[in-house]
């Protein structure tokens, strides 16, 4: 089991940038992935990140060459650089730790709000 903490979220203009962080209880070495979600009102949570364990990421492509997910095995975090901010990344943003041995399970943690003013 692990306990994922985000902080980071906040209110910020359109364009702008904000850097979420999620710090883990355990090393972030043992999970296979990890990566950051986001569920705006009405909406389904959808992926908008993730990361490996041996640093392959993955981006949604409404974020691609906007956000950059990256890993602080020292520190056992995971940030989300997101620069060039726009209203439709507002929304709870969440983040999830995954392990596929030896049964597959996923972790949440309790989501930070994003809000980007227009």
């Known amino acids: 089991q692990v306990q994922l903490v985000e902080s980071g979220g906040g209110l910020v203009q359109a364009g702008g940038s904000l850097r979420l962080s999620c710090a883990a209880s355990?090393?972030?070495?043992?999970?296979?992935?990890m990566g950051w979600y986001r569920q705006a009102p009405g909406s389904e949570r959808e992926l908008v990140a993730e990361?490996?364990?041996?640093?392959?990421?993955n981006y949604a492509g409404s974020v691609k060459g906007r956000f950059t997910i990256s890993g602080d095995s020292a520190k056992n975090t995971v940030y989300l650089q997101m620069n060039s901010l726009k209203s439709e990344d507002t929304a709870v943003y969440y983040c999830?730790?995954?392990?596929?041995?030896?049964?597959?399970?996923?972790?949440w943690g309790q989501g930070t709000q994003v809000t980007v003013s227009s």
């Open positions: 990361i490996t364990n041996d640093g392959n990421t």
């Open positions: 355990s090393s972030i070495r043992r999970i296979d992935t």
């Open positions: 999830a730790a995954e392990f596929r041995i030896p049964w597959y399970r996923k972790y």
